[in-house]
């Protein structure tokens, strides 16, 4: 009943409407409330030079109701919904002259309408055409230990990251087929590392050093190291008072510090940048070929992916390239382990577990911030090994837990350990800290083991007597440590 007293309404004053209109005159030609008292309001306007009456604070289902009763009652009068691109949509009942003049509205509201949506479109797109315009004009792309940003740059902007480095190789070379990396240039360079005579390739350190006018605000007596390029620095009023070192890791200031580092070190390499223009060829300059395209996969272990071959290498571009071979990540034998001291680094943690399993037992340890790192182990079976033997350690909590060389890692009781997977979802979490210890805490993974082996270990009680891959038991690890100290202690009479 409430559709229908509402239907009659609206036919009423459509009615009175056309009415007035044919008649010559404009009855709600300001914002009037309906009948009903509510806040619903007609108001008449005109959409490409036809009257209209412009609805506002109707329900979608009223709405419906409207453009039932236009289409079934008044052949004059036609209902349209137009959306010019912003947030507001507005619904019109329009007047038409004839059959010919609907049909041509109908088609004006529908490439309205297309044009609004392309334009909603391109606005949710917002930094994405940015990152077309680099990729489309194969601009030469500049970072420092920029192999995150392409990752985040692939993420988010081109599709999934691959799981294999030749696919996010392939991706990227596609994409941006010229990047430098500052880090690997000044570390890869014999010129360069001379000039930086051994000192810290940070951001903050190399712009200190390759623009001290800028990072320090004096000239350095050195003349090996003055700026060879001037950089005019134009700021407001507002940034030009806290001009300092203090907003490094502020985005635009590092990079910044970025194209001020590659500035000067190309003209270190030869570059003249006086030189009519330097920019169109400086991606195929061949002072630049040998380092183009390769980029740190870590800042501790040195690894640096090729993107033009998709080759991973240990320091492969510096002299010692027979010292150190690429290691082949093998997922199922990684355990994530982050919550520890935090005075404990990478090889401390290595050193208490090949305590307890051999040092042949962990293949590398990569530190993913300072609260977590990847430990990666020889073998499969060792991740649950070493995950069943944390969770023993920490239940007994006794006087032989202490004694075990990995109790140095479980100290404080918040240490977290679990097997790749778990680092996959905590990953994929839309929240975002900056802190992988604070990222799990804000996912919700507050246990403190976490495996598929290891919930079968804890099915299975006689897990303890069985011998783990032919060796030992947990049990006969712990006993293992338990008993040499104590010997000792007796032997040499002191602790």
């Known amino acids: ?99 010919a003049d609907k049909d041509l509205l109908l088609k004006e509201v529908k490439e309205e309408n297309h044009r609004g949506a392309e334009s909603k479109i391109k606005a949710a797109v917002g930094f994405r055409h940015v990152i077309d315009l680099l990729s489309s004009e194969k601009k030469l792309i500049v970072g420092h230990n920029c192999f995150l940003d392409m990752a985040h740059i692939q993420s988010k902007f081109l599709g999934p990251l691959p799981k294999a480095a030749e696919e996010f190789a392939a991706s990227a070379k596609k994409h941006f087929p010229h990047i430098i990396d500052t880090k690997v240039l000044l570390n890869s360079n014999e010129m360069l590392q001379r000039q930086m005579k051994k000192s810290s390739t940070s951001l903050s350190s190399a712009f200190a050093l390759f623009c001290p006018q800028i990072a320090l605000g004096y000239k350095t007596p050195d003349l090996s190291l003055a700026s060879r390029v001037k950089v005019e620095v134009q700021v407001d009023d507002i940034r030009a008072s806290s001009w300092d070192m203090g907003v490094k890791h502020e985005a635009g200031f590092d990079a910044f510090m970025t194209g001020c580092i590659f500035a000067q070190a190309c003209t270190h390499l030869g570059i003249d940048f006086k030189l009519r223009s330097p920019l169109e060829d400086l991606a195929h300059n061949k002072l630049l070929q ?48 982050w919550g520890f001291p935090s005075k404990l680094r990478a090889g401390e943690i290595r050193e208490c577990i090949v305590k307890v399993f051999g040092y042949s037992s962990v293949t590398s340890v990569y530190q993913l911030d300072r609260t977590a790192v990847f430990v990666q182990f020889s073998k499969a079976g060792l991740v649950s090994d070493f995950l069943v033997l944390k969770e023993t350690l920490e239940r007994n909590n006794n006087t032989v837990s202490v004694l075990n060389p990995l109790w140095k890692l479980l100290e404080g009781g918040k240490t977290r350990a679990a097997n790749y997977e778990a680092y996959k979802e905590i990953c994929s979490s839309p929240l975002s ?58 032997g040499s009479g002191n602790l």
């Not at 949509?89 to 007047?95: D, H, M, P, T």
């Not at 980029?295 to 510096?318: C, F, M, P, V």
């Not at 800290?433 to 805490?441: C, L, R, T, V, Y």
């Not at 403190?448 to 783990?468: G, I, Q, T, Y």
């Open 433 to 490: 800290k900056i802190s992988f210890a604070d990222q799990a805490e804000a996912v919700g993974i507050n246990w403190k083991v976490k495996s598929a082996e290891l919930e079968v270990a804890e099915e299975r009680p006689s897990r303890e007597d069985e011998p783990s891959h032919g060796s030992f038991s947990v049990n006969e690890i712990i006993d293992s440590f338990y008993t040499p100290v104590v010997e000792k202690q007796v």
């Open 1 to 99: 009943m409430a559709d229908v007293f509402f239907t009659e309404r609206m036919k009423i004053k459509f009615k009175d409407w056309r009415d007035s209109l044919v008649l010559g005159g404009s009855s709600i030609s300001e914002s009037q409330e309906s009948s009903s008292g509510s806040n619903q309001q007609f108001q008449t306007i005109f959409y490409n030079m036809r009257p209209a009456l412009s609805l506002i604070g109707f329900t979608a289902h009223q709405l419906r109701l409207i453009q039932l009763v236009t289409s079934k009652h008044f052949d004059d009068l036609a209902y349209v919904s137009v959306n010019s691109g912003g947030s507001h949509v507005q619904q019109l009942v329009i007047y038409i002259d004839s059959n």
């Open 290 to 337: 040998g380092h183009l395209n390769h980029l740190y996969l870590s800042w501790t272990s040195g690894d640096i992916i090729n993107l033009t071959t998709g080759n991973i290498t240990g320091k492969s571009l510096g002299a010692n390239d027979s010292k150190k071979r690429s290691r082949k990540i093998v997922f199922e034998n990684i355990v994530l382990l």
